[in-house]
């Protein structure tokens, strides 16, 4: 066990942080890019040491531990890229026009700014990829931020380790002192959260932990933008065209994604709707006899999980179809989800999945209206299904952060395109993902100058654009100078 931060050491921590963040908002994006790469590298350089800690503290095999690491030192180098490419600034000038209607217009230079020190929340299930060094951390650098990370209680030794990687690179690579630290302890968490240097938060982790912070955040003295992704679902929409075409392959992809990483995935699908006569349940029941056990990450989340579990058991209407390797099947109609909605609709963390059969067009629309806001919905249907499908997406449009197609919704893909987020409850804010390079937009803000003179503005923002950086210049894009 590691000791909590003391009221001394917070204090120190927050101090460094507030005196770095102007450096880093000064630093050139290339600058802040060879930061994060410096520590993308030294996290790969000592993966041999970190991974038997986190197999030890979280019970996740060494494959899983491994491929995290390169995700998350994928998505570093991912927003260097992005850092140095410039495009993360959103460069946008328009320059005066005298004979503009109705009237005159200045110029106007706009570009995003970070916001200040970021306190990062970090999650159990991905020790790696969304805990110390994950993406909140690594996009808040990106958009010029310091982090302070108050570390999981699930791998503490993991955290303390990782972060003594992540400062010595930092350091050795010319940062500034306080450019990442982190914190230990629920109740330090909490005052770090209310302190006025903290400009913005990021959270990964249950509803009422994610609700209550996010309360601390917005009733501050001086409100701060806090962005949780808290609960998910994930429903999975299955068509009689798809079940009739690919229901052995259906079943499998199923089982396999509500059952992956022994159900601890936010993106889990929790709840399955086939159509009436499906005739699927033998198929099902024999594919989760077949699924091997696993330990769940540690004790807490396995007694959450076996109170959930037997809740959902004791919903009337609710029966049990397979339980097999830990992993357990319900099957319920829609008629009777729809009687206890708000019981059956609460997110279970861990290997349970309900199957929902519905009876027609209806009741398929009425099964989509009954959610709240969850990271992803999927559709599993067929060519034939076009006319259906034009009349679906939409509805799951309003529902989800990510509509897939013909997929299964664990596996999140790090990329420019990727949205992580959705309507509540999955997060408080979904405007914005936590995945992908456009998660540094959380950590910054626009500002723009108006009549400024050339030799005074930043460098992003002058007519000759010595950086090279992508700008929108009187509504074109280009990297070449201003004309006036």
Known sequence: MTADTTPAELEQALAAAATAAPALAAAEPAVRAGWINAVADALDAVADDLVPIAMRETSLPEARLRGEIGRSTGQLRMFADALAEGSLLEVIIDTADAGAKPVPRPDLRRVLVPLGPVLVFAASNFPFAFSTCGGDTASALAAGCPVIVKAHPGHPELSVQTAAVMVEALRSAGAPEGTFGLIQGFDVGVIALKDPRITAAGFTGSVPAGKALHEIAVTRPEPIPFYGELGS???????????????????????????????????????????????????????????????????????AFDTGRDRLHKIEGVVEWASGGGATLLQTTLADL?????????ECFGPVSIVVEYDGLDELREAIAAFDGNLTATLQAEESDAELAAEILPLLTEKAGRVLWNGWPTGVAVSWAQHHGGPFPSTVGSIHTSVGVTAARRFQRPVAYQDIPDAVLPAVLRDANPLGVPRRVNGVVSTGEVER
Do not use: W
């Not at 099902?284 to 990450?297: F, H, I, S």
């Not at 729809?338 to 609460?346: C, D, G, I």
């Open 233 to 303: 679902l994930n429903p999975v929409f299955v068509t009689p065209a798809a079940v009739e075409a690919r229901g052995k392959e259906i079943v499998a992809g199923y089982v396999g994604s509500f059952t992956l990483g022994v159900g601890q995935f936010c993106t889990k699908p929790g709840l399955l709707f086939l159509p009436d006569g499906h005739g699927l349940r033998d198929q099902l029941v024999e594919a989760v006899g077949g699924v091997g056990g696993g330990t769940m990450l540690n004790s807490r989340i396995k007694e």
């Open 338 to 346: 729809m009687v206890a909605r708000s019981e059956v609709l609460e």
